[in-house]
């Protein structure tokens, strides 16, 4: 297909996540109104509490989340990429030890199979300028293994990536390797590093690979302590800016156009003029 209709959904996620999906339900249920074919969640989507993750990835809870993840792709009939979620278990199948978990971005198929998933590779064990301070994934999460994934979306290549990862563009030029033409990014950015990072690194993302870049934010206050940028955003293989959001939850929807990639990658023919491989 020459076209495809991508949606941003940007929400204030906290740590009740039945509160989570219901806001989930009516921002996807409204893109599709508008025509979206792949919806993409923004990370930490269903539970904004680090603290929480390991609990609910060992509940039930985490078996009827993931089945409407399914139904909810299945009722409308779209891809949807769920930024992230924790899991208990890696792709072999093992438990995550230390009482950690995966933080896992899932992609769902149409039909309501859970067609992939990319572990989350770099974690935010940072300090920062806000009142949180500093910030520790690594208490929580385990890191997944280096493997980058690339799925067939309506005949195009995206590829997966989680938040931090945004900046080692080193990841994002083997995605491209791997013929990726959409780079989603879900994300929660604090508000501090989304201010002054988010949307040059966004973008230079898009130019140096010449792809489609998609950033999906939280926003807003989750606790007393933290709180996110939003201003999720659409980029074009030119650095473009075709879409965007403010501070607070919503969506947007904006088609794409394998024409508009070709045309980008024709004129400027970087791949064949690359140097070092």
């Not at 995550?96 to 572990?119: K, L, M, S």
């Amino acid at each position: 297909m020459n076209s495809l209709c991508v949606a941003a959904i940007q929400l204030t996620s906290t740590k009740n996540w039945r509160e989570n999906l219901a806001q989930v339900k009516e921002l996807v249920g409204l893109a599709v109104s508008d025509g979206a074919k792949l919806v993409v969640l923004p990370e930490n989507v269903f539970l904004f509490n680090g603290k929480g993750m390991r609990r609910l990835a060992e509940s039930n809870d985490q078996v009827f989340l993931l089945n409407e993840i399914s139904n909810l792709a299945m009722k409308y009939s779209i891809y949807l990429v769920v930024g992230s979620h924790p899991s208990l278990l890696r792709p072999s199948g093992d438990v995550v030890a230390n009482g950690r978990v995966r933080q896992t971005c899932w992609a769902v198929g149409p039909d309501g199979t859970f067609i992939e998933r990319y572990d989350k590779i770099h974690l935010f064990d940072v300090t920062v300028n806000d009142k949180a301070a500093s910030y520790k994934e690594s208490d929580v999460i385990e890191p997944g293994e280096l493997a980058l994934k690339v799925i067939d979306v309506d005949g195009f290549k995206v590829g997966l990536s989680i938040c931090y990862d945004l900046r080692f563009p080193e990841l994002y030029r083997e995605l491209t390797r791997l013929g990726a033409e959409v780079l989603l990014v879900p994300a929660a950015f604090t508000y501090v590093t989304g201010k002054a990072h988010w949307d040059v690194l966004l973008s230079a993302r898009a130019i140096e690979n010449q792809c489609y870049v998609l950033g999906i934010g939280q926003c807003g206050w989750h606790n007393e302590t933290r709180q996110t940028y939003g201003h999720s955003v659409l980029y074009a293989p030119t650095g473009e800016h075709l879409a965007n959001l403010q501070e607070d939850p919503g969506y947007f929807v904006l088609t794409i156009t394998k024409s508009a990639l070709n045309d980008c990658r024709q004129k400027m023919p970087c791949f064949s003029h690359r140097r070092i491989t």
